[in-house]
């Protein structure tokens, strides 16, 4: 059975439709990229499966429940996390501050008014282990505002992790970085995926990052899904290659 | 980092020695016993709408209607049912918790200017019922002819009544409690919560806070605490007046809070003491005493953004 099945999903803004009938199948375990080009409604699909924004028809189905029309913070709760092209963080707290929230919360702990020494020491020893697994363990005590980019987007993918969901949706995870922050993150999102066993899906218009990461790519173009299938089959898509060569042509 | 916590436990046993030896050392400085009192009174108030503005990033300027809530609330138990300070305290926060509750509920989805518009606006409501009901509230005259009772422990008897620096230590009681409950607060997982949302909503939304009851929570911990507040004031002035109800106290609030350093914990305090300092000094010397505390204040945000203890904070820390 699928992790995650996109049924369909269109949607609609007044006269302009950004996801036409798209359909998609996420197996457990599996690293699936979405890519496209601009405007082709990758952010506007993944809001959907998301729950930022509900779809004008189709469904979503995760674990096989309909999550359609749940609200976004019941998705979390059924193991569906997100991150966002433009990092959300706390800017005003410290990394290890971000990623407490995080845990306290996955720990079920957010109406606790008390913590016990006990419950506190998990808490502290669960993000120890995401700080390490990021690598951002010696800027823990910084303010996560005072980052570098791909460090504030590792904290935002750890809170992700932090709620050791089944799927993690990805929007954009390298964009607007150099060489090395890319390089940095694709390692961890390789890493979370590999040894976490962790199902993904991510935009990305890096195509390195891309082809070096993804099991399977889907391809949309206009709203609508243009090609589906591993990265060696999508490389060798003639419709593929007319959509993006096309556009930088004209 | 340790200096960093040194200098704030050295602030906060400076803070709390000031507190405590207040009745001592005011009328050195040219105060009195009472003005003490409204400081502590107003900075509970302040404190209390910080825990929602500074602390969960939510602006209300309606908070007047639940001090108020809490001055009639009062005043009306001691006038027309029991003599009892503690009887018109409980009952001045419990109308307070049940007003805060039934319109938090129907407000908390409302985000930013739309939701500080909305509680101005139910504030605006209890403002003209205190008004209009002559007869039972004393209209714009205010609620008067009552006054706060001695409180007696069966072996020992406390005259708040005739002793200012008995009923400062009485106001000054609560407002420890209160505190220490909202800093404890602040220090729990709930707590971060708050400040998740503060930070970041969208964030918080996809940690998978339900971050509308979060945000109702923290309201009604706030209104519960600017009620208590508002009891403690109706027994400081044995009276109960309109005003308190008025939008101008709300605002008087958030100028408290942002005086001081809405950031900080203390800050408001800080706000309050300044404020009420300001008001009762410049108002013997001139009617237009608001304008002065206006262009204070307008000094402060323009060149202090993060207030009083924030300058102080930033020179320390540097």
């Known amino acids: 059975m699928s992790l995650l099945r996109v049924e369909n999903v269109t949607k609609n803004f007044g006269s302009l439709t950004a996801v036409s009938e798209v359909s998609m199948k996420v197996e457990a375990g599996e690293l699936m990229a979405v890519i496209g080009p601009n405007g082709a409604g990758k952010t506007t699909f993944f809001n959907l499966i998301s729950g930022f924004q509900t779809p004008s028809s189709g469904r979503i189905i995760f674990d096989d429940e309909d999550v359609t029309r749940l609200l976004?913070?019941?998705?979390?709760?059924?193991?569906?996390?997100?991150?966002?092209?433009?990092?959300?963080?706390?800017?005003?707290?410290?990394?290890?501050?971000?990623?407490?929230?995080?845990?306290?919360?996955?720990?079920?702990?957010?109406?606790?008014?008390w913590q016990s020494r006990d419950a506190a020491a998990k808490v502290t020893a669960r993000v120890d282990e995401l700080l390490d697994m990021s690598g951002l363990s010696g800027k823990a005590g910084r303010l996560v505002g005072e980052l570098a980019h791909g460090d504030q987007r590792a904290t935002e993918i750890m809170m992700s992790i932090a709620l050791k969901p089944r799927l993690l949706l990805l929007d954009e995870p390298t964009a607007g970085m150099g060489d090395q922050e890319t390089y940095d993150i694709t390692q961890l999102i390789r890493k979370l995926h590999r040894d976490q066993e962790l199902s993904i899906v991510l935009i990305e218009h890096d195509m390195r990052v891309v082809f070096h990461l993804a099991d399977r790519i889907m391809v949309l173009a206009e709203g609508a899904m243009l090609a589906e299938g591993t990265p060696h089959e999508i490389a060798a898509n003639e419709a593929v290659q007319a959509a993006y060569l096309g556009k930088a042509a004209a | 980092m340790i200096d960093r916590l040194y200098w704030k436990y050295a602030a906060d046993a400076l803070i709390w020695l000031l507190l405590l030896t207040m009745p001592f050392w005011l009328n050195?400085?040219?105060?009195?016993?009472?003005?003490?009192?409204?400081?502590?009174?107003?900075?509970?108030?302040?404190?209390?709408?910080?825990?929602?503005?500074?602390?969960?990033?939510?602006?209300?300027?309606?908070?007047?209607?639940?001090?108020?809530?809490?001055?009639?609330?009062?005043?009306?138990?001691?006038?027309?049912?029991?003599?009892?300070?503690?009887?018109?305290?409980?009952?001045?926060?419990?109308?307070?918790?049940?007003?805060?509750?039934?319109?938090?509920?129907?407000?908390?989805?409302?985000?930013?200017?739309?939701?500080?518009?909305?509680?101005?606006?139910?504030?605006?409501?209890?403002?003209?019922?205190?008004?209009?009901?002559?007869?039972?509230?004393?209209?714009?005259?205010?609620?008067?002819?009552?006054?706060?009772?001695?409180?007696?422990?069966?072996?020992?008897?406390?005259?708040?009544?005739?002793?200012?620096?008995?009923?400062?230590?009485?106001?000054?009681?609560?407002?420890?409690?209160?505190?220490?409950?909202?800093?404890?607060?602040?220090?729990?997982?709930?707590?971060?919560?708050?400040?998740?949302?503060?930070?970041?909503?969208?964030?918080?939304?996809?940690?998978?806070?339900?971050?509308?009851?979060?945000?109702?929570?923290?309201?009604?911990?706030?209104?519960?605490?600017?009620?208590?507040?508002?009891?403690?004031?109706?027994?400081?002035?044995?009276?109960?007046?309109?005003?308190?109800?008025?939008?101008?106290?709300?605002?008087?609030?958030?100028?408290?809070?942002?005086?001081?350093?809405?950031?900080?914990?203390?800050?408001?305090?800080?706000?309050?003491?300044?404020?009420?300092?300001?008001?009762?000094?410049?108002?013997?010397?001139?009617?237009?005493?608001?304008?002065?505390?206006?262009?204070?204040?307008?000094?402060?945000?323009?060149?202090?953004?993060?207030?009083?203890?924030?300058?102080?904070?930033?020179?320390?820390?540097?």
């Open chain 1, 72 to 113: 976004p913070a019941r998705r979390v709760w059924r193991g569906m996390t997100r991150t966002f092209q433009i990092t959300e963080v706390f800017p005003e707290l410290t990394v290890r501050e971000n990623l407490q929230i995080a845990v306290e919360v996955a720990s079920g702990f957010r109406l606790r008014l």
């Open chain 2, 28 to 318: 050195w400085v040219g105060g009195y016993t009472q003005l003490g009192t409204q400081i502590v009174v107003m900075a509970l108030a302040a404190m209390a709408l910080n825990f929602l503005l500074g602390y969960t990033g939510v602006l209300s300027f309606g908070h007047a209607a639940y001090f108020g809530l809490g001055v009639y609330g009062a005043g009306l138990t001691i006038k027309y049912l029991i003599p009892s300070t503690l009887t018109g305290m409980a009952v001045g926060v419990l109308t307070a918790v049940v007003a805060a509750a039934i319109i938090g509920l129907l407000i908390v989805h409302l985000r930013g200017i739309y939701f500080a518009m909305v509680t101005i606006a139910f504030g605006q409501v209890f403002y003209f019922v205190a008004y209009r009901w002559n007869n039972v509230t004393g209209g714009d005259d205010g609620l008067s002819n009552w006054n706060r009772m001695p409180i007696d422990f069966g072996f020992a008897r406390l005259d708040i009544l005739h002793s200012p620096v008995a009923f400062y230590y009485f106001v000054l009681f609560f407002f420890v409690v209160s505190v220490a409950i909202m800093a404890a607060l602040l220090r729990s997982p709930f707590g971060r919560t708050l400040l998740a949302i503060r930070e970041n909503e969208r964030r918080a939304r996809f940690l998978g806070i339900p971050v509308d009851r979060h945000i109702w929570l923290s309201w009604l911990i706030s209104c519960t605490f600017v009620g208590l507040a508002g009891t403690l004031y109706a027994f400081l002035n044995n009276f109960a007046d309109p005003h308190t109800l008025y939008w101008e106290q709300s605002g008087v609030f958030v100028i408290m809070a942002v005086l001081g350093g809405m950031r900080s914990f203390w800050g408001p305090l800080i706000g309050a003491a300044i404020f009420v300092a300001l008001q009762d000094y410049v108002s013997t010397m001139t009617q237009n005493w608001m304008s002065f505390i206006g262009l204070f204040f307008v000094l402060i945000v323009l060149f202090f953004p993060r207030g009083v203890l924030g300058v102080i904070r930033r020179k320390t820390s540097s």
